[in-house]
Structures are given as C-alpha cells and as structure tokens.
C-alpha cells in the first residue's frame, strides 16, 4: 500500500481539510510539501509568568500507525527551559503512546493517547499546558503528596498551601531560519490566521489597532435597501440556502443568520450540528461515506452480564480494521450499526442481524433472561425471525443498562450519554418496523403483566425495569400500567428493606404500631468547619430522619454522641451518599472533641473521600495520616470500636485490625463517638452498643415510609426517570402514531430534538435531588412525577406499603438466600443459624434457593440439629422444588461419597 492511500495518509487529509476550514487562534499547521508525515505548525500565547508573547515553533512526525499512535513533537529553533520539555522533546501525557510503559498501562481509560484527537486538539492542548497552566484539574501538594481539586486553595489532609503555576522561559535561537521559512522574529510559516476567522478569539483580538470608531462603523451602518434585500433573501428556497451555508464556517453560518432572520432556522440546521456526532472519531469520516455505528462491551455471562454502549461514533472501516478502544480507551468487544437516516439504513442492513446476534449472545438467555416470558413465548409461536429475537433481547438491555450506570454514578452523566438513550430508542423503533413481532411480543408482554395478579410476580416478570424499556416501543401506554407496575415495585421493594430493618412491618392507617416511644437522639451537630474549603457553608447540615444526616454543602460538619467512660463501646454507620469532592471520617474523640476526628491529638479516625485519593483508606491521629485497611464508599457500614487499649474498625463486619493504640489514661475524661462530614455527604448510625446488643430503632409510620424510601432510592429513581423518558418519546394518541416521532429522528440523523433533549437533562437533575431527600419528601415528588399526584402520603401510600408487605410476605420476595450464601460460605454457623431462624419467624415464604442454601448448610454444619434439618426438608418436599442431589443427601447416609458427589454436581452453580 502507498504511502498516498494508506488510512494514516487519508486521515491526514482530512485533518488538513479541518484545519482550512475551522482555524484556531494562535495556532497554525501545514505539511511539508513532499512529505504528508511532517507537519510544521506554530503556537502562540502569553507566558503566565507575564512578558511579550511568545511563539514556538514545533515538527509533528506522524507514522503509519497514526492515529493509532501519536505524533512525535519536536521544538525547532528555540531553547525551552519546562519541567516536561528534553532537549526539543516535549513529554506531554496526551503524546504518551505507551512506549515505556506496562500493558495495562496503555489500555488505562483517560489517559495517554487517544485517536479522537486531531492535529488541532494537540496544538490547542499545547497552548493551553504551555501559556495557560498545566491544564491539570489536580495539584499535588509538595507536603504530604496527595493530589488535590483545583479549586482547593489548601491541601485537604496537611493543610499546606498550594503553590504557583509553572513558569516557561523561551530562548530563540540567533539566526534560526527552518526549510518550511519559518523565522522566530518573522516571517511565519505557516502564517496565524486572522482573528476574525477564528472562533475561539478573545475579543479584544477582534479591534483593529489604529482605526477610528468612525472608521469601523462605516461597516455597521445599514443601507437604505438592506430590508428589501432581506426580503428578497428570505423567499429563497431552503435547499439553495443550505447549499450556501454549507460552503461557509460556523462563524459565518451564525453571522450570516443574523444579518438574514429568515435563515435562522437553516444555520441551526442538523446538517451543520448533529451531522457532527455521527462522524468517525477515527475516521474522520461520516454517515454518508461509509456505515457508522457504536461499539458495546460486553461483560459478565449469565444473569450478571451487561452491554456497556459508548456513543462515540465507530465507522466500519475503523471497526475492521482492528479498532477496539472507544475515544477515550474504554474496551469495545461488540461493534452495532445505527439508524441514521433511510438510506443509511439500507446501507446497515446487512450487516444489522449479524450485530444483533452477537450482541444478544453476550447477554442473559433463557432462565436467566431479563424480559417476560411471554415475549419469547410468542415469538416462538410466530417463528419469528432470529434477528427479531437479538433485537428484543440485546437493545432493551443495552439501554437499561446506560440508564443505570448514569443515575447510578457509575458513568458522568453528560448531555452527550443522555442523547445516546434517544438513538438506541430509535433503533429499537427501526426493529420494529422491520420486524413487526418484536412489538406484538412486547404488547403481550404489557397485557399479560397488567392482566392478571400472578403475571407480574417475580416468576412472570423476574425484572421489573425491562418492563419500562419495551413500554418505549408498545402501543399499550403508561396509563394502563401504572397501577399494577406501583403495587408490585413496593412489594419488591421489602426485599431491601427487611436486611437492615429486620423490624419493619407496615401498619395501616390509625392502626397502633406500638406503644413503645422512639428513644431520644444523643447524637449533635456542628457545622461551619472550614477545614480545606475557606468558604462559608450555604446550607447547614440537615438530620433528614432519625440517626441519619446530611453534611454541610460546604466545609465540614461534626457529629457527636455522648460521653462514654471504661469498658467496651461500639456504633456502626452506613455511608448513604458519597457525591465528588465529599469525605468522611469515623472514630472517637475526647471529651472536649476533636471536630475533624484525627486533626489533633484527641482524636482517632478512619477516613474515606470522593477525591482523587479516596481509592486507599486512612486513618488520622494528630494531623498525622497513614494508610489503613480499604477504602468504603456509598452503602458500605463501617463499626468504629472502643476497646481496653486500642481503636479497631469493620469495614462490613470485616475486621480490619487495631488501628490506634489507646490507653484511658490518655483521656481521663472519657471519649465521645463522632463523625465527620464533607461537602454533603449522609450518613445513617445505624446502632450504638454498649455493654449489650445493638439497639434497632422503632419504626413510626413516618419512619416506616423513610426507611422504604431509604432502602431502594436508586431504583426508584431509575423508575422516575423512565417515566418521564416515556412522557417524552411516547405519542399521546391511542393507538399510538410513531411516525412523528421518527421524523423528527430522522430530520436530525437519529438524535432528539434540542427541546427534548434540554428538558431530559434538566429533570435528571431534579431526580438526583429527589434521590437525596428524605422519605416524606421524595415519596410526594416520586409519586406527582410517575402519574400519581392525587395519592395521599399518610394514607392511600401507607396502606400501599402495608399491602406491599402482605403481598411480599406471601410471595417470598426477600434476599435471605444471600445473608445465607454469605454466612454458609465463610463457615460462620452461630450467624448461619441466627439468620435461618429469624427468616423462619418472620413466616416468609422461602423460594427455591433460599431452601436449597438452607438444606446445605445443615447437612454440612459440624453439630447438626437433624430435628432443624427434617422439619425444614419436610416444609418443601412435596413441592419438588429441592435439588435432586440435595434430596439424595438428605434421605441417603450422608457418608463422604455422597458429599463428594454433590460437591461436583451442577447444583454448585447456583452458589
């Protein structure tokens, strides 16, 4: 292959092609004439450290793996003196192509080298590392060598304070003259654009020295005849107009719709916008020269496997010719095509059904599958068409799951992933329309779920979500769903509820829960602590419900309980919600208090953030830091215990070893549990022992609706937002005409309207702070937002949860089988029998695995209760619902062969 035709050599082009028609100021590139590889380009800017403007003239050499490796930079004729500059090499992290550097090194997402990048993103990164700061958004502080925010003007553990920007010092070379002829003091090659040409020019780059404001108005006077010109103008056909616009520069479209209102609506045209999004990041090419999808990862197998779907446009050229890494480096296992426009469509078509099918083969099949049993159940009826099955199987799932990862924290939730949910929503219709069964098998679906009481239990709709995704393509609407879909979500919910709660048990209205009185908090707060933040706080820390608070938003906020003198004390506390920038911190204090717990000598604490060092755990004594076990996030528990001589910690009922050691004769007055919260993070104490068990809160209706609030939050945010998404895309006819909805997809290449899009953006940030609140709050606005706003909190919900309970209770919904697994797995059989027994008290009815956990564990504890055994063995017997192999065990000797032979039998995959 030529040097001429080779996918480097054509990338080039097209990077030459972008620098002519969108110039960057202070930045210029061209080729050498005889060699397309070497580029010689300019950059201008101004010195932090002040001084005349400088400019460095640099050679990028680009190979013929580019863009699949970066270019190296060179400076010519100038001596620069910069922490990342060698001689004339430049040591930048986005030119890091891995050379030197481990494998997984390479692969790390974010970092090194990436082939979205173009020649003028390198030049524009350059600018900006050279003459505006490190481009950096963490500064490592020269004390205790922990990275910061930016925006921390102090170290967040030392305090020490952050230093100034790194300086460069230019040294132009006497006499310099490069074979492009290019001169330090002039002329240069190549030549700087005109600021006017640029879109990124400061303004005051846009003033011509030396001219009159006389002079310069001339040009802004309107003629006698502009009206009539724009007049004419206007009548002119929208094809003819856009065929003007798209030989022009962004700038000038804008410029020009301005001087033209008729043309507005042509210069926001989707040719110039969203034909942007569906280009090639390493192509470079678009929908109209080659098929243009996205790549997916796929991960895990069986009910645990998930379709990750990035939204940087893959073409299939890139795809075959080897690419596997998003823009950003993340892993791609599965390449999909989209649904652009029509004829782009027929383009995709063969190649459709194959990505379909492997995509659909990496996600749960069969008794593991997400949807209801009735989609396949028709579509085996119909003989529907394999590619009609992939595509009901792999894009709801696809599309669940970027819900999911986005309000789940898992994934930055940018405009850009939220778009992507519209254009796997329009591809699931352009399924629909080639395959009419995938429909008709999602209307069953809906039918059977709302139809009777047992088609949406958990054996007829094992995930309650995917009901959501295949309302995004049915003619049955929301409306008729709603109530069904409410009444089992709450009864689902008490699975979550029960683990931490063992307690709750929903009482109807004026029905008397107990006449136990909920016992005082001894817990305080002080907020205000400045600590790295020098600002004063805007919201003050909040106890949103008994024993459960929300720091400060600035700052930090101190909670203490009481005084405890000798002997061994303990509480435990549950990190609700860790948001970007916030920490906390547990352990014990003196009694005059240590409020950043560890920040002097009266204080011992264990430490976690969501900062840039919050992948280690920390424990703090004296202003004094070292590591110390893990770190623990979002739903981790953590027990700070205060023992004869030390303070230990779990971590999840994981001992993580003596942490401090500590005599009372050190503090003579006693010591005080406490918390330290930063920037709005929650936190719930979840128990306090001293001398005795742990003490459960009562449960009052109110902290009833809290706690079931509390114990599923996510997921009822994942419901919220899905609602809405329906309200948007879903047409309010019945039956529903989806051909609006897809013109209007396929007038902007597959994406949402600009309106569409704003408003989903807008209300998923009022859902995260909806997730944030308390219970009594978050229940109205959860219920005004999926459809129910006439609901009464006090009563018409609480009888819902009430019922909910019932219908849980009667169903078996609960998560026994996994506090049995984990006790049963670590050999822990004091708690094996504690959790067996408080399951069999509550009276709910267990389902297969939880029996079948529950049969091993007493055929394998070492002081069997063959009483228990046989009681528990003769509860589900007649059911058939015991393993085979368990029922050989049981009603067997139960000698070693036997135990051998269920230790490989396929019983095991379960656990």
Not at 487 to 515: C, D, H, N
Not at 817 to 846: N, S
Request: glycine fraction near 8%; include cysteine; aromatic fraction near 10%.
């Amino acid at each position: 292959m030529s040097s001429s035709t080779s996918p480097a050599a054509r990338r080039l082009q097209r990077e030459l092609q972008l620098v002519h028609r969108e110039p960057s100021w202070g930045v210029s590139a061209e080729p050498l004439e005889d060699d397309l590889f070497t580029w010689h380009c300019n950059v201008k800017g101004q010195p932090p450290g002040g001084g005349s403007p400088v400019i460095l003239h640099l050679e990028l050499t680009f190979t013929q793996d580019y863009p699949m490796r970066p270019p190296r930079v060179h400076v010519l004729g100038s001596t620069v003196q910069h922490p990342n500059v060698f001689s004339t090499f430049i040591c930048l992290d986005m030119l890091e192509g891995g050379e030197w550097a481990a494998d997984e090194e390479k692969c790390k997402p974010y970092m090194g080298w990436s082939s979205a990048y173009s020649v003028l993103a390198i030049l524009r990164q350059l600018q900006t590392f050279f003459f505006e700061g490190d481009g950096s958004e963490w500064w490592k502080c020269p004390r205790c060598t922990l990275h910061n925010q930016k925006k921390n003007r102090r170290c967040e553990l030392c305090d020490h304070p952050r230093g100034q920007a790194i300086e460069i010092m230019v040294d132009h070379h006497d006499g310099f003259t490069c074979r492009c002829g290019h001169q330090p003091a002039g002329p240069h090659h190549p030549a700087f654009p005109e600021a006017i040409d640029c879109d990124d020019a400061p303004p005051k780059r846009l003033l011509v020295p030396g001219a009159s404001l006389a002079e310069t108005g001339l040009a802004l006077q309107r003629r006698k005849d502009a009206i009539q010109r724009m007049a004419y103008m206007s009548s002119w056909p929208a094809a003819v107009v856009l065929e003007i616009m798209a030989c022009l520069r962004r700038h000038d479209r804008l410029s020009l719709s301005y001087a033209v209102p008729a043309w507005q609506e042509a210069a926001q045209a989707p040719l110039f916008w969203e034909a942007q999004e569906v280009q090639c990041f390493h192509e470079k090419i678009g929908p109209d020269e080659d098929v243009i999808g996205i790549g997916v990862c796929a991960q895990g197998r069986g009910r645990l496997a998930k379709l990750t779907a990035f939204f940087d446009a893959v073409s299939q050229t890139a795809w075959e010719g080897g690419l596997r890494r998003a823009a950003w480096k993340e892993p791609l296992t599965h390449w999909l095509p989209l649904f652009v426009h029509a004829q782009h469509a027929l383009s995709a078509a063969p190649l459709l059904a194959d990505c379909l099918h492997q995509l659909a083969d990496a996600c749960p099949q069969g008794d593991d599958s997400h949807l209801p049993p009735p989609v396949f159940r028709l579509l085996r009826a119909k003989e529907a068409p394999k590619p009609a099955v992939d595509a009901i199987v792999a894009l709801p799932e696809i599309m669940h799951q970027l819900l999911k990862q986005v309000l789940y924290g898992d994934r930055h939730a940018s405009l850009k992933l939220l778009k992507g949910y519209f254009v796997m929503h329009r591809l699931f219709l352009h399924c629909c329309d080639r395959w009419p069964v995938v429909r008709e098998a999602a209307d069953l679906a809906l039918e059977e779920f709302i139809g009777s009481d047992k088609g949406c239990t958990k054996q007829a709709t094992p995930w309650l979500a995917y009901i959501l995704q295949l309302l995004t393509i049915s003619n049955i609407g929301w409306d008729r769903v709603k109530d069904t879909f409410l009444k089992e979500a709450l009864a689902r919910e008490v699975q979550f509820i029960l683990p931490k709660y063992p307690s709750y048990r929903p009482t109807l209205p004026g029905q008397e829960a107990s006449t136990v009185e909920t016992p005082a908090s001894e817990w305080s707060a002080a907020d205000g602590v400045p600590g790295s933040d020098r600002e004063a706080p805007t919201k003050a820390a909040t106890e949103l419900a008994p024993s459960t608070w929300r720091g400060a938003n600035r700052g930090w906020t101190c909670l203490s309980g009481g005084l405890r003198t000798e002997g061994v004390h303990a509480f435990s506390v549950r990190v609700r919600r860790m948001p970007p920038g916030s920490a906390v911190r547990i352990g014990w204090v003196g009694e005059e208090g240590d409020e950043l717990v560890g920040a002097t000598s009266r204080g011992w604490g264990y430490h976690a953030s969501a900062s840039c060092f919050g992948r280690y755990g920390w424990k703090a004594h004296n202003g004094r830091w070292a590591r110390y076990g893990t770190a623990f996030g979002e739903g981790d528990t953590i027990t700070a215990v205060l023992e004869s001589g030390g303070v230990r910690f779990l971590k999840n009922e994981v001992d993580l070893g003596v942490a401090f050691n500590v005599g009372s004769c050190q503090l003579p007055g006693g010591f005080r549990p406490a918390l330290a919260l930063r920037r709005d993070a929650e936190v719930e104490i979840t128990a306090m022992e001293d001398f005795g068990p742990k003490v459960e809160l009562f449960l009052t209706p109110e902290r009833q609706r809290d706690v079931a609030w509390d114990a599923n939050r996510r997921g009822n945010t994942l419901i919220m937002f899905q609602v809405y998404f329906l309200s948007l895309v879903r047409p309010a006819e019945d039956p529903p005409d989806w051909s609006k909805l897809k013109a209007e997809y396929d007038r902007r290449y597959g994406f949402p309207s600009p309106e569409m899009s704003s408003a989903l953006f807008e209300q998923f940030s009022e859902v995260h702070d909806i997730r944030s609140m308390s219970g009594h709050a978050a229940w109205r606005k959860f219920l005004d937002m999926i459809g129910f706003p006439e609901l009464d909190i006090e009563e018409a919900l609480q009888t819902l949860l009430s019922k909910a309970y019932d219908r849980a209770k009667a169903l078996g919904y609960k998560q026994g089988h996994k506090w049995l697994w984990r006790f049963l797995r670590r050999r822990d059989w004091r708690r094996f029998e504690v959790c067996l027994e408080r399951l069999r008290e509550r009276d709910i009815q267990f389902d297969e695995v939880t029996y079948n956990f529950a049969m091993y564990g007493l055929i394998l504890h070492p002081k069997k209760d063959d009483e228990l055994a046989h009681q528990v063995f003769d509860e589900m017997k007649d059911d058939g619902r015991f393993h085979p192999t368990l029922l050989r065990m049981q009603q067997g000797t139960g000698g070693p062969e036997q135990f051998c032979s269920y230790r490989r039998s396929p019983f095991l995959r379960l656990l």
